[in-house]
């Protein structure tokens, strides 16, 4: 029980379970609050990171956004609050549950404001909220190609950017005379404008929306601007700002804003002594804040008197700063003072902007687009001296001594100051962001403070830690060194002498790697079996439902007719989903880990071999038809890609290795987005290394040019090798390549400046003559070939879980229903 | 939170295979009538039994996860998206709000028995 304001607490209901509600929750919890604790959301599943939300779209699941909940709470999903008793201190539901409070807090947030246009109703329409928001429009974009989004604002923008990723067209219609107008001046709204043109998508300014077309069907066809244009669109989602949620306020009689919002003072509470409210929903001195770190200090601010305490409120930093589209855009401080000064590099597309006192000493606030740089390094200094001159601040980003103020705020989410950060270095030995995160909550938000904390570390003098994992206090490189030094060859003789504990997920699979690399047999072999992924464990990549997916290697991506026949009989024989992959060959989903040994006995008695699809190895050397058929080629690039695959198969490495080669420099292998890749010219060969799509592409550097077809071989080896000995966990050659530079990786491997090179050699020339192909011998190994079996006691029977439906004439898994083990 | 466990009595005993059959620090899917539990053999000889289903991707999985400790807890780590779960007590080591049930489980003679309600 817990006394405040002399009443005695002991139910606390929440309205709303969002990001501040969740963290008004954690916060009694954590303070020690012993009483009853209701939680009642309309949302059909629990608080998740909305600033995350569109990365739901990218494909992190509904699970991962979750905030993980505390213990001894009961929260009521898909529940309604529809009205407050204030007189009997009781809530009601929309499907009639009553809840008695001591305390009640309003944590309702806001809604998107929808302008009252004709048609806004129309099929097709969606506002850009919530989870399930995000469902129905990547359900509606799976039928549609052009979209629009009303607003410009942060949010429009981000919306825009999503339907540009769900593959349409995209316009962005905005009433204001530029983007973001909240955040960017004119200047800075030009600059960012021509970012997002560059992108595709169509910029629509001083814009209005004067009716939603449908269609014959009822369903959106277009968006008619007042002057007249029409933009045709299948999908219209609006995004024109927000409004706070006080409609139970409003109900109740308490006091609201003008334009909304429930009024509160500096401890969070309402006109009614038991009524507080927290986060989008608040309004203090006349602002609603639309940010998450301010809302959080709500939640904080609340629960402390919640719990009998004292804490106060005060104005509110409303920085922003993200990455949209690739760009990064940034607004901190004031957007106007007595002089300003700016830097503007149209060729780079970069505009920064800072304001500052008459004086020129106090900065008051700036703006960036296309590079906020002066955002991580200026904002801690709003309110003060300036550390330099402004424009030479900008020009050069500030002198990389610049020491922050220890009061100075480095994370405006959780409101943490460079001062605390410290602190918890020092007091608990921090090694690593992910400490700072754990011991102050700074960066666990938006994340755009990240940069800065790292920046704290090093200033600290802290090594940051290059532990695997809690079990080996090495890294990988290490690990791969002591390995091969002492000569060890079982992940348990490593870990008792040189770890601790027993292993987990993270270190079994990098020794496991290490092991392969070093050519200890089979990677099924005794001990190794148990380090192995499940990938690794059943040779095939696991699949949503549970099921495993064959690829077989196709060299070069040349195949006969005959293979190709094998193939489609194969899956047909196993009704197996079949799909040409991005890597030229050729993928069969869906099966069950009984069916993998027969599937491969066919596979492998028709020549085929495994293509290490699973496996951190050498995945495929793509390639271009070159000189044979090609009228521009000057090499014959197939038969390089299908020698260098075969060479390096089975190789196992840090992450996963790719290669291509072109022809000629026309590229159409696309080999300068690869690991290593080949183009060739009229005397050879060039070498590029460092390349990478995926997540973060990057273009491959020269590395050699005009090279024989031995030399570049002999390149590619040591390249490999060295990259196998010392790169880190999963990193691939590009990052690696970026952290030893591309300089001293030359000099190593081009001048053999270290020495190692005929070592290098050897250990290569050892892969070559020793490689087998795996799903080979584990067809010949009775032992192993017990393994694949979904019951150990029950080897015949189909894991019944695993169902089929049929979409274009294929098979696709039946989605696993997720219910909710949450009461 | 309160999470909803299966409930275990352990008057059942269901033999499922013999100890050998179940390699040291790894996973084996045993199915007994409708569930699907999920054994483990850890390297000191234990046995470990706990739901088969990975309730984040809902896929029948965790049998085929990497067997390892964390801060000296025995462990799984899902093979769908690594979340690890204690083999002691089947809760969610990353999200403490999941949970798998787990089930009694004995070698009697040399056999694996394992107790479903
Ligand atoms: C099948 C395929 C997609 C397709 O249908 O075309 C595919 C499928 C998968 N990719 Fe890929 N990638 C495929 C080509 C690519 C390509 C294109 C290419 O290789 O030319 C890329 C970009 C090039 C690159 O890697 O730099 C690509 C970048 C990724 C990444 C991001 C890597 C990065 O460095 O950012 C991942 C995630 C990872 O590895 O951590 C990934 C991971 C995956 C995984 C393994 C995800 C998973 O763990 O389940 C997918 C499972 C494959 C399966 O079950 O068989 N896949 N993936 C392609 C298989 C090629 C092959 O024949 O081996
Ligand atoms: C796409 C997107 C990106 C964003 N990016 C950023 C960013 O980068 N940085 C940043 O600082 N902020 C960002 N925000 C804003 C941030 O998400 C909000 O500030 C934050 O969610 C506010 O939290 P809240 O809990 O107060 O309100 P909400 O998140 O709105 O949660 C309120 C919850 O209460 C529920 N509710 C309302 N009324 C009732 C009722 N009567 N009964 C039961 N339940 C009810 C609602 O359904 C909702 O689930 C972003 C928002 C979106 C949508
Ligand atoms: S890269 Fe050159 S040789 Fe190869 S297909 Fe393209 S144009 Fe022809
Ligand atoms: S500023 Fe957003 S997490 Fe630190």
Redesign the pocket.
């Known amino acids: 029980m817990t006394a405040s304001e002399g009443v005695t607490v002991s139910r606390v209901v929440v309205?709303?379970?969002?990001?501040?509600?969740h963290r008004l929750v954690e916060a009694l919890v954590d303070k020690g609050f012993d009483g009853r604790i209701t939680v009642?959301?309309?949302?059909p599943r629990a608080a998740y990171d909305?600033?995350a939300?569109?990365s739901y779209l990218a494909g992190r699941s509904a699970a991962d956004l979750t905030y993980p909940l505390p213990e001894g709470v009961v929260l009521r999903l898909s529940?309604?609050?529809v009205e407050i008793d204030r007189k009997n201190r009781t809530v009601v539901t929309a499907d009639g549950h009553a809840e008695p409070y001591d305390v009640l807090v309003l944590?309702?947030?806001?809604s998107p404001f929808v302008p009252p246009v004709p048609g806004r109703d129309a099929e097709g329409c969606f506002v850009?909220?919530t989870i399930d928001d995000l469902d129905a429009i990547r359900e509606a974009s799976g039928r549609a190609t052009t979209g629009v989004v009303i607003g410009g604002g942060l949010?429009g923008l981000?919306a825009a950017d999503a339907l540009r990723g769900l593959g349409l067209a995209t316009h962005i219609v905005e009433m204001g005379g530029w983007l973001m107008p909240r955040q960017v001046d004119e200047g800075g709204g030009a600059v960012l404008r021509n970012h997002v043109e560059a992108l595709g998508l169509s910029v629509h300014t001083e814009a209005g929306v004067k009716e939603i077309v449908a269609g014959p069907d009822g369903r959106v066809a277009g968006l008619l601007k007042p002057d007249g244009q029409t933009i045709e669109a299948q999908v219209v989602v609006f995004s024109a700002g927000i409004r706070p949620?006080d409609e139970?306020a409003r109900q109740a009689g308490l006091e609201v804003g003008g334009r909304g919002g429930i009024a509160v003072d500096d401890g969070m509470r309402t006109g009614d002594p038991a009524i507080y409210a927290v986060?989008?929903?608040a309004l203090y001195e006349g602002t609603v804040y639309?940010?998450?770190?301010p809302?959080f200090t709500m939640a904080e601010v609340a629960a402390d008197r919640i719990l009998g305490g004292e804490a106060v409120f005060t104005r509110a930093d409303m920085s922003t700063k993200?990455k949209l589209l690739g760009v990064e855009v940034a607004q901190f401080g004031a957007m106007d003072g007595a002089l300003n000064v700016t830097f503007m590099d149209p060729v780079s597309g970069v505009y920064q902007k800072l304001f500052v006192s008459d004086d020129a000493r106090t900065l008051l606030g700036g703006i960036c687009v296309g590079d906020a740089t002066p955002y991580n390094t200026l904002k801690p200094f709003v309110g003060r001296d300036l550390p330099g001159a402004p424009g030479e601040l900008l020009f050069t980003g500030g002198p990389a001594s610049m020491d922050l103020p220890d009061d100075a705020q480095v994370c405006s989410?959780n409101n943490v100051t460079k001062g605390q950060v410290c602190a918890a270095i020092a007091g608990n030995g921090l090694t690593d962001v992910a400490g700072i995160k754990d011991c102050t909550r700074a960066g666990t938000t938006?994340g755009s403070c990240l940069p800065m904390l790292k920046q704290i570390l090093v200033k600290a003098g802290v090594e940051v830690s290059k532990s695997l994992c809690e079990h080996f206090a090495h890294s990988r490189a290490e690990l791969f060194d002591i390995a091969s030094v002492r000569g060890i060859t079982t992940f348990s003789q490593l870990i008792a002498e040189h770890g601790t504990g027993r292993g987990c997920d993270v270190c079994k699979p990098v020794v496991a790697s290490i092991l392969a690399s070093l050519g200890n047999g089979h990677i099924l072999d005794g001990e190794q079996a148990t380090l192995q992924d499940t990938n690794d464990h059943f040779l095939a990549n696991i699949q949503r439902n549970g099921t495993y997916s064959v690829v077989p290697r196709i060299p070069g991506g040349e195949i006969t007719p005959d293979k190709l026949i094998v193939i489609g009989e194969v899956a047909r024989d196993f009704g197996l989903y079949t799909k040409i992959t991005g890597g030229q060959r050729i993928d069969l989903f869906g099966a069950r880990v009984e069916q993998l040994p027969l599937i491969w006995r066919r596979l492998v008695d028709a020549g085929f071999e495994s293509g290490h699809a699973y496996g951190k190895a050498l995945r495929t050397v793509k390639s271009c038809v070159g000189s044979t058929w090609c009228r521009y080629g000057v090499q014959d690039a197939v038969g390089l890609a299908i020698d260098l695959e075969l060479r390096y198969r089975g190789l196992r490495s840090p992450h996963k290795l790719k290669s291509a080669v072109s022809g000629c420099a026309r590229e159409c292998a696309e080999a300068r987005s690869k690991d290593f890749g080949i183009i060739a010219t009229e005397q050879g060969w060039n070498l590029y290394v460092g390349g990478n799509g995926g997540f973060t592409p990057r273009h491959a550097d020269l590395f050699a040019a005009d090279l024989s077809t031995a030399e570049l071989i002999r390149t590619i080896d040591r390249f490999l090798m060295f990259y196998i000995r010392t790169a880190d966990r999963l990193q691939r050659t590009s990052v690696w390549l970026e952290n030893q530079g591309l300089a001293y990786v030359k000099e190593v491997i081009l001048e053999d400046s270290l020495g190692i090179c005929a070592d290098l050699d050897a250990q290569m020339e050892r892969h070559v003559a020793t490689y087998a192909d795996e799903w080979g011998a584990i067809l010949e190994d009775p032992e192993k070939l017990r393994r694949f079996v979904s019951f150990v006691n029950a080897p015949g029977t189909p894991d019944p879980s695993i169902a089929f439906e049929t979409e274009r004439d294929q098979v696709k898994p039946v989605l696993i229903p997720l219910e909710v083990v949450r009461s | 939170m309160t999470i909803l466990r299966e409930d275990v009595e352990t008057t059942y005993w269901t033999p499922v295979c013999s100890y050998t059959d179940l390699l040291p620090e790894r996973g084996a899917c045993a199915l007994v009538d409708d569930h699907q539990i999920a054994l483990f053999r850890t390297f000191d000889g234990e046995l470990f039994a706990v739901g088969n289903r990975d309730p984040f991707s809902g896929a029948q999985v965790l049998s085929r996860g990497i067997v390892g400790t964390r801060a000296g807890e025995p462990s799984v780590a899902s093979p769908m998206h690594k979340q690890v779960f204690s083999l002691v007590t089947g809760r969610c080591m990353d999200d403490p709000a999941m949970a798998v049930p787990t089930y009694p489980i004995r070698i009697l003679d040399g056999t694996v028995e394992v107790g479903v309600r």
């Open positions: 309205v709303g379970h969002g990001p501040t509600s009642f959301g309309e949302e909305r600033v939300l569109t529940s309604r609050v944590a309702t947030g806001s850009y909220r949010l981000e949620r139970l986060g989008e929903c639309g940010l998450v770190g809302c993200l989410c938006c």
